[in-house]
């Protein structure tokens, strides 16, 4: 399977644990964002990375929250001290984007991993 | 700033009818809007943008600017449609690359038999 993974699929914590997620991107892509689900909602943007660094992160739910992609292939999502309202489904995209003038506006389309499911009890 | 509206949480049809999941949007500048759809126990996948105009799965979508809309539409609808549907908006910041997507709250479709 080529496509974008994340790890772990399921995670259970306690309250006040810190969790770490992992997402690969598909090899070519040079776009990751990460977004966040609850129940009856659409998917929230995060944060996302062009290569190594780090585009937007001012909507990252709050200072327990960080990402990084120290290399620009996977990525990781931490998030500290964790609450019962950090319980959702957690999505990792990637996409290629342009960094050249001309491309096709289908470079854009961003891929979607299997998420990981946070239940914090 | 920018939204996405689906109005209809849940939405069934029979098999055969016609179909439209209606979406709105708000956004100051040209937005690219696309259709995601993420059938029961698969990831989410695109389905269609506005953009490339194409039809995907009978499938259509015509960005409507002066009502801020993109509803999906489908003649006849088959019972493998059966499936959560999300609208899309993608804005591009000063560099003119699109960022992230902002997504609506999504419309279960169900196609009866």
């Known amino acids: 399977d080529t496509g974008v993974s994340q790890n772990p699929r399921h995670k259970i914590t306690k309250r006040g644990q810190n969790v770490t997620f992992r997402c690969d991107p598909i090899s070519e892509h040079n776009r990751l964002y990460w977004y966040r689900q609850t129940l009856g909602q659409g998917p929230e943007f995060l944060t996302y990375f062009q290569n190594e660094a780090q585009l937007e992160k001012s909507r990252l739910l709050s200072d327990r929250f960080s990402a990084e992609r120290p290399k620009g292939s996977f990525s990781t999502l931490e998030i500290q001290r964790t609450e019962q309202g950090d319980s959702a489904m957690y999505l990792c995209?990637?996409?290629?984007?342009?960094?050249?003038?001309?491309?096709?506006?289908?470079?854009?389309?961003?891929?979607f991993g299997p998420g990981t499911r946070l239940t914090v009890t | 700033a920018q939204r996405v509206t689906q109005p209809e949480k849940l939405l069934s049809v029979f098999k055969g009818a016609p179909v439209e999941l209606k979406c709105n949007y708000s956004y100051s500048g040209s937005p690219e809007l696309f259709w995601y759809v993420q059938y029961s126990r698969q990831r989410l996948q695109l389905l269609l943008r506005h953009i490339s105009r194409e039809s995907i799965k009978g499938f259509t979508a015509d960005l409507n600017k002066g009502e801020t809309s993109f509803h999906l539409k489908k003649p006849f609808a088959q019972e493998e449609d059966s499936a959560m549907y999300y609208c899309?908006?993608?804005?591009?910041?000063?560099?003119?690359?699109?960022?992230?997507?902002?997504f609506g709250s999504g419309t279960q479709l169900t196609v009866l038999p």
């Open positions: 995209a990637s996409s290629l984007v342009p960094t050249t003038t001309g491309f096709s506006a289908l470079a854009y389309e961003q891929y």
């Open positions: 899309a908006l993608s804005g591009r910041d000063s560099s003119g690359s699109a960022r992230q997507l902002t």
